[in-house]
């Protein structure tokens, strides 16, 4: 697997506002962005998927790499570059069987032992931490781990470690040389209109 970009963004449904998740994608590869995942969290499943084909042909010829929240049937329909599970979803070795070889799958933890439980299972290929910082964009979040935790958990395993919860260009810096790989933002990048803006002077920072 290809080393993963030092910014990953998040255009969440809940946030930006469904009509907005397409467009902010595409505001996004155009900064230049690698790694983008689409959030619905709470959008009926016709809505989702008419966002999520929106998104991916918004990325068609460009750079940037989409992941899809959650939902392995999506990206089994989709160009996308792979799914994101957290610890209630479809486990990712059930995952792996749907997917095949050729998508990533990403796998959220909240501590050492989902850590390292991550790191063990074959069928994962990224290992995201948080919450990092105290987050209000996910209802029902984990404890904040914080950048001494993270460090510890850098210690835990050898694949890409994604660090979210909370981050934004006053910490970002400090996640990176904490050890994380590739740093996560989501309300960090503001509105629609503020996206493009926003995300060139996080990816200056994370450079």
Request: charged share 25%; glycine share 10%.
């Amino acid at each position: 697997m290809p080393a993963p970009p030092r910014l990953y963004a998040i255009a969440d449904g809940d946030f930006l506002g469904l009509s907005a998740v397409a467009p902010a994608v595409a505001e996004l590869a155009e900064a230049g962005v690698g790694w983008i995942q689409m959030r619905l969290k709470h959008a009926a499943d016709a809505d989702r998927w008419r966002v999520a084909e929106a998104a991916a042909r918004r990325l068609e010829g460009t750079a940037a790499a989409l992941w899809i929240d959650d939902r392995v049937d999506l990206a089994m329909l989709l160009p996308c570059h792979g799914v994101h599970l957290g610890q209630r979803d479809l486990p990712p070795s059930a995952a792996r069987d749907l997917l095949g070889a050729g998508r990533a799958i990403g796998c959220s933890t909240h501590d050492e032992e989902q850590c390292r439980r991550a790191d063990a299972d074959g069928a994962v290929d990224v290992v995201a931490a948080g919450p990092i910082f105290p987050t209000s964009s996910k209802a029902g979040a984990d404890a904040p781990l914080g950048l001494a935790r993270l460090a510890g958990l850098r210690g835990l395993t050898r694949k890409p470690l994604v660090a979210i919860g909370g981050i934004g260009e006053a910490n970002l810096v400090s996640v990176l040389e904490a050890g994380a790989d590739t740093a996560v933002v989501l309300s960090a990048l503001g509105p629609l209109r503020e996206i493009g803006r926003k995300a060139r002077r996080l990816l200056q920072l994370a450079a």
